[in-house]
């Protein structure tokens, strides 16, 4: 008879360290950029709380000042049904979507409001989650959709996927 051990994080489905919606992240940079700037790790954000959702039409939407700005929105999103996801990401400006480390979505650069696909597939369970963006000047947006397998239409994101870590100082 042997000893089975089993390594890895809690399902955070299940844990009460975990809590729905996103981290947004804000940073005042205070200058013109022309694709998004890699904050330094240590770097205190202006603005840190928790969202539902990724439908933003306006700074104010952002709590960050209306121009010359970097956002991360960060969490897990969960999968119920396994198969090939295809996200659209909309933005003005820049935006990338990453979802466990790889890049699905790079829409990076100074541009209106554009919006691009990508598509990864997905296992049963929870997945991280990271979408950059940055505002030079003009208008803000960032709005994440999906098609869920089987689904011949793009909705927005529901908020009752995103997991975050629950009380962490915002």
């Given at each position: 008879m042997g000893i089975v051990v089993a390594l890895g994080v809690a399902n955070p489905i299940e844990d009460p360290g975990y809590e729905s919606g996103l981290s947004l992240r804000a940073w005042d940079v205070g200058r013109p950029m022309e694709f998004l700037a890699e904050i330094a790790p240590d770097q205190t954000p202006n603005v840190d709380r928790r969202v539902d959702e990724v439908n933003f039409t306006h700074a104010t939407d952002f709590g960050s000042p209306p121009d010359y700005f970097v956002v991360e929105l960060s969490g897990l999103i969960k999968i119920t049904k396994p198969g090939e996801y295809i996200f659209s990401l909309s933005?003005?400006?820049?935006?990338?979507?990453?979802?466990?480390?790889?890049?699905?979505?790079?829409?990076?650069?100074?541009?209106?409001?554009?919006?691009?696909?990508?598509?990864?597939?997905?296992?049963?369970?929870?997945?991280?989650?990271?979408?950059?963006?940055?505002?030079?000047?003009?208008?803000?947006?960032?709005?994440?959709?999906?098609?869920?397998?089987?689904?011949?239409?793009?909705?927005?994101?529901?908020?009752?996927?995103?997991?975050?870590?629950?009380?962490?100082?915002?």
């Open positions: 933005s003005d400006d820049g935006s990338q979507l990453e979802i466990d480390d790889t890049l699905v979505v790079d829409l990076d650069g100074i541009h209106p409001v554009q919006s691009k696909e990508g598509s990864i597939r997905l296992a049963s369970g929870t997945h991280s989650i990271r979408i950059r963006m940055f505002e030079s000047t003009g208008e803000e947006s960032l709005r994440l959709e999906w098609k869920v397998p089987g689904s011949q239409e793009f909705v927005l994101v529901p908020s009752d996927v995103f997991l975050t870590e629950k009380g962490v100082t915002r």
